[in-house]
């Protein structure tokens, strides 16, 4: 497998992008994963829609005040874009896979289950630990033929599924 058929696989996974958070060496791979819950720390700080009806005979600065007590509980980085609707979203970025630019062979590292990632490294000597990632849960793969393409693009798809859940 090139690594521009890779590529293309990793990007064609719905909501996938590429991003260099860490240089220009490492590709990182993406998908926007929105919060569960519809609730923020903004609406639960305000209530319940009776609470807010309550409050609409209250000053301005004591509503105020409840937004602003609620928008300083928001972690940093919460708000994002998704699909470039304009819509804030709730989420955070999470990355599925990373490959490294300019490397001979070719190397992927991959998300995966603890068990899974195990079972991979012993029965292939060119899965290994990932990387300068959780050993854990993360496999670097070098891709010289030993693992077959396809059994590569079905750890891809784990790796992305596991993030998406």
Known sequence: MTRAQLEKHLLDLPGAVVDYPFGPTVAVYKVFIPNKSSDSHLDA??????ERAKRR????SERQNVTDTAMRQE??????FASGQGKAVRGDWKMFALMAE??????????????????LREKYETILAGYHLNK???NT???TGQVPDDEVRDLIRHSYELVKS
């Open 45 to 50: 700080a305000q209530g319940s829609s009776e």
């Open 57 to 60: 005979n209250t000053t301005l």
């Open 75 to 80: 972690p940093a980085g919460a708000t994002g």
């Open 102 to 119: 300019k490397s001979t062979p070719l190397q992927i590292s991959l998300k995966c289950d603890p068990q899974l990632a195990a079972l």
């Open 136 to 138: 854990k849960h993360w």
């Open 141 to 143: 793969i070098l891709l």
